[in-house]
DNA sequence: GAGTTTGAAACT
DNA sequence: CAGTTTCAAACTC
């Protein structure tokens, strides 16, 4: 090993000013300013403080991870902690590396990328005086691991924000890149990475026994007692380790145990971990909480398969992707120009009428109620639409195709634009000037202000209540899922139950099964699930079935941006 | 504060 | 890439 060289103990010595470290070229850290002191840390200087590029964020910031915010250990050496409050270091860490010279990621300093300062290190090397060597350390630590400087923490899309977490000050965003590799803390002490990132573990880790998830009864304790009862909780979790792990090794209960060099009897070979996104799924290890089931409890992994994702997944994530509500959006925005269509049709016809008619009379209650019989009409036809069983799907540029954008001069509600939010770059603005009619002429385009406020209102009512529709729909697939996850939960849990009853049970069957439920194919027992795919295209068909029907049964046709009568059919 | 435990990093 | 060793922080007593 690399061994002292005549001990530089350098907190004396070194200069505190800060200083670009070179890391190795672009990915090297960058020089934030010194912190302020704080009066808690009056009498410390603060290190010149490098982070890898790109800056990090307060709750993800250090590499290596951050302290978690809450709960501080009681136990906790003071002196060792950076704490962050309001993203604001208070006080550095102090390495006390005695075999590393500090030129190792062991070193917390060198690993954040700081000049050790005030440390209670041996043999430092870690400071100016020694750039070369530091240097070279760099160099070889890349070498090893080019994103050795980098956060060990990324922000993560599926972070969860936890209502009961955010209450307990706790904010579980992100994930370990690398992910824990713990065995016996229960991912619920600082040892853990992630823990201490004060993290959720997620896929990315391989821990055995993790109670570090959403859901986690220990976990939660952790974060919702005071002082004195986070200790108890502490205490009892060290209890429940311990005990969990026994005599028979990590605290994996009996029937999850994973063997050495098998797969994780429950899932391991799951080749799509959002199966696990079910909070059926989920680890409940020790737990009656919230989670349902009594299903794996650990997130050991395995290197062919990502642990399961150990946070709260919606049922109709995976489900329904942004590009799925904007697919629906769209065909909304459809149905505005298609009712617009009509409703704006329906008046040129009136006014049509009107002219005919001339000066005989004013607009009479007759032609208001018949309006109003059209639009209940058309309100039942869209109504049933909602409910037309056709699977084709509407792409999301199909208005414009159709040529019922409101470029043709429909009316759109503020409602109703309000709901084209998500279009805006291609329909909001299409929309203005179709408000605006063409070339702009308003007044020779849109009807009375009395006219457009029921255009509007019947337009909205007619988006609005088939939007409902839709969503009615993705409820009900929401529960269909929910309750195959259910079936298939509790018929998995007997599998292996019987599979480790019996001595020559191994895990091949479930894998198998498992790959057949990700693959979407029929599981022995179980009816087939739906797969995402499925799910979104029968969700959007919902809206593409009613699109499609509604197109169907509208007797207009937008030709040349004119509104024209299907088969001559009257008004 | 000494000793132990733990898990990441380093090494083989 | 898996197993082992080294290391320093976290933790216990």
């Known amino acids: 090993m690399e061994q002292s060289e005549g001990g530089s103990k350098k ?117 100016v005086e020694n750039e070369d060597a530091r240097r070279e350390a760099v160099e070889a630590t890349l070498e090893r691991n080019p994103n050795a400087f980098r956060p060990k923490i990324a922000s993560s899309p599926h972070g969860t924000r936890d209502n009961r977490e955010e209450a307990g000050e706790v904010l579980i965003l992100g994930k370990h890149n690398k992910g824990c590799h713990c065995k016996k803390s229960g991912c619920l002490k600082k040892y853990c990475e992630c823990f201490q990132a004060n993290i959720l573990c997620s896929e990315n880790c391989r821990c055995m026994d993790c109670k570090n998830f959403e859901g986690s009864e220990e976990r939660q304790a952790l974060f919702h007692g005071d002082h004195a009862h986070i200790t108890y909780l502490q205490q009892a979790a060290n209890a429940a380790i311990t005990g969990a792990i026994g005599s028979s090794g990590y605290g994996v209960p009996p029937l999850l145990k994973k063997r050495k060099g098998q797969e994780l009897v429950f899932g391991s070979t799951a080749k799509d971990p959002s199966i696990y996104r079910h909070p059926q799924f989920q680890q409940t290890n020790n737990i009656r909480g919230p989670a349902p089931s009594s299903l794996s409890s650990s997130c050991v992994g395995n290197s062919a398969a990502p642990a399961p994702t150990k946070s709260y997944r919606s049922l109709l994530e995976g489900i329904i992707q942004p590009e799925d509500l904007k697919q629906l959006c769209s065909v909304l925005v459809v149905y505005t120009g298609e009712t617009g269509k009509i409703i704006e049709d329906r008046n040129a016809a009136e006014k049509q009428a009107e002219d005919q008619r001339e000066s005989s009379l004013t607009l009479s209650t007759r032609d208001r109620c018949r309006s109003q019989k059209e639009s209940d009409a058309e309100r039942s036809v869209i109504d049933d639409c909602s409910s037309a069983n056709q699977t084709e799907k509407v792409m999301p540029d199909e208005s414009s195709s159709d040529g019922v954008d409101a470029s043709n001069g429909r009316p759109m509600s503020p409602g109703t634009l309000a709901l084209m939010c998500d279009e805006q770059d291609t329909m909001f603005a299409a929309s203005e000037s179709g408000t605006m009619g063409h070339g702009g002429n308003t007044s020779s385009q849109l009807p009375q202000d009395q006219c457009m406020t029921e255009t509007y209102a019947e337009q909205e009512r007619i988006i609005l209540t088939n939007f409902r529709d839709c969503l009615n729909k993705l409820i009900t697939l929401g529960q269909i899922k929910e309750r195959k996850c259910s079936a298939m939960a509790q018929i998995e849990s007997e599998d292996q139950i019987a599979a480790f009853s019996n001595s020559n049970a191994n895990a091949r069957m479930d894998t198998r099964n498992h790959q057949e439920l990700n693959n979407g194919a029929p599981h022995s027992q179980l009816p087939p699930v739906m797969t995402r795919t499925q799910m979104v295209s029968s969700a959007v068909s919902v809206s593409a079935a009613s699109h499609s029907d509604l197109q169907s049964r509208i007797p207009f046709t937008a030709e040349n941006g004119n509104l024209k009568p299907k088969n001559d059919k009257p008004l």
């Open 11 to 127: 907190a004396e010595s070194e200069p505190t000013s800060k200083r670009q470290l070179d890391f190795g070229g672009s990915s090297g850290p960058v020089v934030i300013p010194e912190q302020s002191k704080t009066s808690s840390v009056a009498s410390q200087q603060l290190k010149p403080v490098l982070v890898p590029p790109p800056l990090l964020m307060p709750a993800q910031a250090s590499h290596p991870p951050v302290r978690p915010l809450k709960p501080e250990s009681p136990r906790a050496r003071p002196r060792q902690t950076t704490e962050v409050k309001d993203g604001t270091p208070k006080k550095q860490k102090q390495c006390n590396c005695k075999h590393s010279r500090c030129l190792k990621l062991y070193c917390e300093c060198f690993a954040s990328g700081i000049y050790c300062d005030g440390c209670n290190c041996v043999n430092c090397h870690n400071n």
